[in-house]
């Protein structure tokens, strides 16, 4: 035992081990800067959101109820808006941890649904780029065997 402790007494006087933890500490500052700066834009998308979702509430009004439904989800993500403008990356994420703790049939259901999502978005995207691939192949086909025939 006390072999072992004075090894990492010794990890821990050397200027390697000091090094190291200020490197990971500049990197998590880096991060942490640029994910505040990612904060603000994505807070600032939610304000954007929520007045098109107030825009559209205004466009139907010939459907009573819709109305107050788009009104409650405006306000909602504006709300949201307001909370990640007003707390730090840290405190988000403990309160989504403490979510799923406490509810966690929902997380569950949400991380299917964002999944689905995302792969639908995947799957689009490839699709699209098999299309624009083809079309190429075709057109650039084309272009080339015309340049090639005779004229008559």
Known sequence: MAKSSSRARQRKGNG?????????????????????SRKDF???????????????????????NLEAYVRAAADSVEGLADYV?????????????DFARNHPVITLAGAI????VVAQMM?????????????????????????NRPNA
């Open 16 to 36: 390697n081990g000091g090094r190291r933890h200020s490197i990971v500490d500049d990197v998590l500052a880096m991060a942490g800067s640029l994910a505040g």
């Open 42 to 64: 994505a807070a600032a998308k939610l304000e954007t959101l929520a007045e098109s979702v107030r825009e559209f509430a205004t466009a139907v009004p010939e459907v009573p």
């Open 85 to 97: 403008n007003e707390n730090d990356f840290e405190t988000m994420f403990e309160d989504a941890r």
């Open 113 to 116: 649904a964002a999944g689905l």
């Open 123 to 147: 799957q689009n995207r490839s699709v699209s780029q098999m299309v624009r691939s083809a079309g190429t192949a075709v057109y650039g086909s084309r272009s080339g065997s015309a340049g």
